[in-house]
């Protein structure tokens, strides 16, 4: 065991190899392969990369902006050259990936058209439309998170790391235009998680 837990690929092939058993064998319930368990499929995508892009924006956030000033200057490359490089990585591709499960899901689910339009796709009928009012805001939320990620931080971030070559008051500058979007990010991302949770359990 511990030299499966060594070794971090083995463990998520077989993570994921023990979570596609539990997804087919849901596949053998009541309801078989109907659009519900695709939608069902869906759904745990979205969230499985939705915790890895979001658990990767607070560990930016939480940990490495507001340590980064206290880290001796012979150290801070081993989080720029190595550590930052790789979490941004994974975090634009969770990003991408998370949005285009969340509008599969929609899709498959009959509601992206009335979302996308915060409930006033046909007309609007208060109460009854105000789920898609909730849902389309968290997911217009998202998409500016996204569009953030890919457009704005991942950019500056190539040049305040040095994958790109610019000079240092270039650099500096996009490593700040890279935090403030980062932490515009966040201040999104309560409230979008808000309206995904909450509406699940009030209007799922």
């Known amino acids: 065991m511990s030299g499966l837990l060594s070794n971090f690929r083995n463990t998520i092939i077989v993570s994921f190899v023990l979570a596609l058993v539990i997804v087919l ?6 309801q078989g392969h109907d659009a519900v368990y695709f939608q069902a499929v869906f759904r745990w995508l979205h969230v499985w990369f939705g915790i890895l892009w979001i658990g990767l924006l607070y560990y930016f956030n939480f940990v490495q902006i507001r340590v980064m000033p206290q880290i001796p200057a012979e150290l801070k490359p ?10 941004l990585f994974w975090f634009r591709w969770a990003a991408l990936a998370t949005w285009i499960m969340g509008v599969i899901l929609a899709f498959s689910r009959g509601y992206l058209a009335e979302a996308a339009t915060l409930g006033l796709w046909g007309g609007y009928t208060p109460g009854v439309d105000m789920g898609f009012t909730f849902i389309g805001t968290g997911m217009w939320l ?3 998170m996204f569009l953030n990620v ?11 790391l040095g994958i790109i070559e610019v000079d240092a008051d270039a650099k500096a500058k996009a490593a700040r235009t890279a935090m403030l979007f980062s932490r515009i990010n966040t201040l999104l991302s309560i409230p979008m998680l808000a309206t995904m949770a909450m509406h699940q359990t009030i209007f799922g």
């Open 150 to 160: 890919w457009g704005v931080i991942w950019p500056n971030q190539k040049r305040a």
């Open 142 to 144: 998202a998409t500016v």
């Open 78 to 87: 081993a989080v720029s050259k190595y550590i930052a490089p790789e979490a």
């Open 25 to 30: 064998g849901y596949g053998h319930g009541p």
